[in-house]
């Protein structure tokens, strides 16, 4: 059985209470990435990072959607993936500075967070390797019969990689309930997609080839993602199989922090900046008779939440040395030999 | 008591282990239907049924990345590789992910899986269908690798790969499939990272793995029916976790010690055995250490080339000897 998705996008359905919350993760995603980037220029913030700012409603708009229990794959630019399934922002910015409290004790940084309790199952760091990982845990819970879904995101990029072609077949061989999420934002690293792609949509031109349906998404309209991602997840918990969406969308910055971007035309990113998901959202909301008061005081507790995270990072010690070898093995240790 | 060969012992150790925890699932190229192209999973799905036992497109990397995901949501996947080789398509899945994602995580992500795969050469397959990769396993922090030499420890120690809670790799030795022996009856689970003394000897310790157990053992007869040197041989079972104390306490009674590997020679297993008893026991040594290996080149299709490349009965048993007569 298919599913009619022909009515997605409309923001049809959508309340208000769920409206706000999507604005505030959008919000949360943002505000935590910009003080996170200026951390970094600050050097608390060591390594590498990759922001996803004007992605965010990709994020938020799924995890909106999702139940607890659900599960997300994202990539190394996962910061927005994590905290929109409700991971706290103190722990997250921990593993980026590197201190203790950290989410993952330090060992995995930027590019790996990870939260098992809130079905964040993990940032891949390898372009592609995440896809068969998400079907394998969508087999699982089929295989249990417990309704779970995995819904698994990925760039544009991933879509030239075989490690996405070999999940997706599987997927719909297998009628996995798990949702692929390509979240094209135009650019794989520093390279325009269309420039190294067959195809003009990388995911949704490759769909039929699994005999599944193209379905494209603003990917920059919180609402509309909201309602691909309930029709999708739905139909993935029915039991009627995989989905791949490609949400349109834009990276306003680089590729990493090493990238300032200065490859994309002015013009280009001049009219993607206007059609910001943040403050159409915001817009919306305005126009829907929300005040401006509740928006503003919104605002003022995301800002504070990242505030706080902040000052818990400057204070928090370094790691023990000594928890460098822990880990490896499910004793905690590192043993290898008698 | 039953007779069972190699082969027979793969299945019967999945089995075992299917039947006491449903969460144990399958899932390979042609592993269901057609029973494993070596026939090691012959039986299981008529057993379990095709809900548990998955045949998969030739999609190595999906096979592996799919046995992580159910892994980490609470299965116990065991994924087969048909040929070692494939590991090289699959190896971002096992050395990126499946090695680490426990560490990066630091423990959040647990993977109770088994990837088996057929491994070793002496079957005249050609350099991409014959190598010995345990050494390639060995090097990645986060993989435990075993690689039985007969049908119990094939039981025992596939049983033992399915119960443990980290990433397991088990090399099932295709030239070892149709050797046959006794198993007893009834649950055998055996205990990773124990090397066994197959043979007992006083002159000089033989560590030998999979294919080269039988290869060792016959060499220490012939030597010891020509009034040449005692050899204790050692099968290592297990290279991670490395059952050093059962080599090192061998060292101290022999005073000598040979390796003998199938791998090619650079970075083999033995080289790190031998790192050991040298920083361990040097002073326990009567003469120098001898790995007997693979030379570093691919393994070649034809006998003739194949056989002079893999450690023999006959190199063994020379080198041995020569190596025991220039110390006297």
Redesign the interface.
Known sequence: MSTDLTDAGTGAGVDRDLRLRMYRTMLECRMFEQRTHELFLAGLVRGTTHLGIGQEAVAAGFATAMRDGD?TFCTYRGHNHTLARGVPMTPVLLELVGKQGAL??G??GSM?L???EHGV??S?A?V??????????????Q??GTE?V?VCFFGDGTTNI??FH??L??AA??KAPVVFVCENNQYMEYTPIRSVTAVERPAADRASAYGLEPLVVDGNDVESVHEMARLTIDRARRGDGPSLVEAVTYRQGGHSRADPGTYRPDEEVRAWLARDPIPAQRQRLLDAGVAEDDLAAIEAEVKAAVAEAERVAREAPDPEPSTAT???????G????? | MAELTYRQAVARGIAQEMERDDMV?LLGEDIAAAGGVFKTTEGLLATFGP??V?D??I?E???????????????R?VAELMFSDFFGVAW??VA??IAK??????????L?LVIRTANGGGLRFGAQHSQSIENWAMAI??LKVVAPSTPHDMVGLMAAAIRD??PVIVCEHKALFADKADVADGEIVEEL?RARVVREGSDATVVALAAMVPRALAAAEQLAAGGGPSLEVIDLRTL???????VLQSVEKTTRLFTVEENPRLCGWGAEVVS?VAEEAIWSLDGPVVRITTPHVPLAANPVLEDAQMPSTERIVKTVQRTMDAAR
Do not use: C, F
């Open positions: 599960w993952m004790g060992k995995g790996h990870t939260s098992v199952m993990g891949y390898i592609g390797a995440h896809l068969p990982i998400a079907v394998g845990a969508a087999w699982s819970a295989y249990r779970q995995a075989g490690a070999e999940a077949n599987m061989v297998w822990t880990q490896v093995w499910a004793d905690g590192a043993e290898w030999r008698s | 699932v809900e548990r998955r998969t497109p999609s990397q999906a096979i592996i990345g799919a046995a992580m995901g159910a892994a980490m949501t609470g299965l996947p971002d899945m990126n992910q994602t426990r560490y990066m995580t630091d423990g959040q992500v647990a109770p922090p986060g809670p980290d990272g991670v976790p490395l059952d050093v104390s059962t050991i």
